[in-house]
């Protein structure tokens, strides 16, 4: 099977919202279900629009949070052996975009350690690349991510997180798969506390033009369970003249 054959495979309609078993690529429409075992980290960060505009496909728009500022934001995990697929993961949503009434955010790069998550992320529209990751989900402390072609992505600092309180974090993600804009909900439990991160990026790095930095805003949890990839549908397709839907 082709790589373009490989994405187009979908579920059927009696399997669509349902968990992807173990071990296996999940289809488009089954739902990822990551069981993190050391650490998640979640940042926040406010980006200008007009670096992050040429990440985002024309036809989004791209909401403002602050005049000329949209939110990016950053996850950090590790998905262990109870999960559907094994790997380490760095996901950054570059902006929070606006497809007809519906805003959420929209990821721009995501950076994993398995062929096999590349292949199940790119049938939800969803950019992934291999990288290698130096990390040992501990806090404090330090995770460094690399393409695999050995160009630097990022290098992510935190500190230990404060009061932690178990809650059930969820939200909506748009994608673009063709043509067509996505939408799914992923969420994940655990004991959440805030933290302190930075995500620095060299100038040769995929992420540099976003300049993200000190976040505004970060949490980290301990053990995690979720859902990915939940309620996934399409709600429209990109004009061809690149006009917001």
């Not at 993200?212 to 859902?227: K, Q």
Request: net charge positive; charged share 20%; hydrophobic share 40%.
């Amino acid at each position: 099977m082709g790589v373009a054959e490989e994405l187009l495979v979908v579920t059927t309609r009696e399997d669509w919202g349902k968990p992807a078993r173990r071990g296996t690529i999940p289809r488009l429409g089954e739902v990822w279900e990551p069981v993190g075992p050391t650490m998640t980290l979640l940042t926040a960060h406010l980006v200008r629009v007009q670096d992050v505009a040429p990440f985002v496909p024309a036809g989004l728009a791209i909401q403002s949070v602050l005049p000329g500022y949209t939110v990016a934001s950053t996850l950090l995990s590790y998905y262990g052996p109870e999960s559907t697929l094994e790997y380490h993961e760095l996901v950054v949503a570059g902006a929070l975009v606006r497809a007809g009434r519906r805003i959420a955010p929209f990821v721009t790069q995501i950076y994993v350690d398995s062929e096999r998550s590349v292949t199940g992320g790119r049938r939800m529209g969803l950019p992934k690349e291999l990288a290698t990751f130096e990390w040992n989900g501990r806090a404090p402390g330090t995770a460094r991510v690399t393409r695999a072609d050995g160009v630097p992505v990022a290098t992510i600092d935190y500190a230990r997180r404060g009061l932690a309180v178990t809650l059930h974090l969820s939200g909506p993600t748009i994608s673009v798969i063709g043509r067509e804009i996505w939408r799914f909900t992923s969420a994940m439990r655990g004991a959440w506390g805030l933290t302190r991160a930075t995500v620095s990026s060299p100038p040769d790095s995929p992420l540099a033009p976003l300049r993200l930095g000190r976040a505004l805003v970060a949490v980290s949890c301990g053990a995690m369970r979720g859902r990915m990839g939940d309620n996934m549908r399409a709600i429209g397709a990109l004009a061809s003249d690149g006009r917001v839907p």
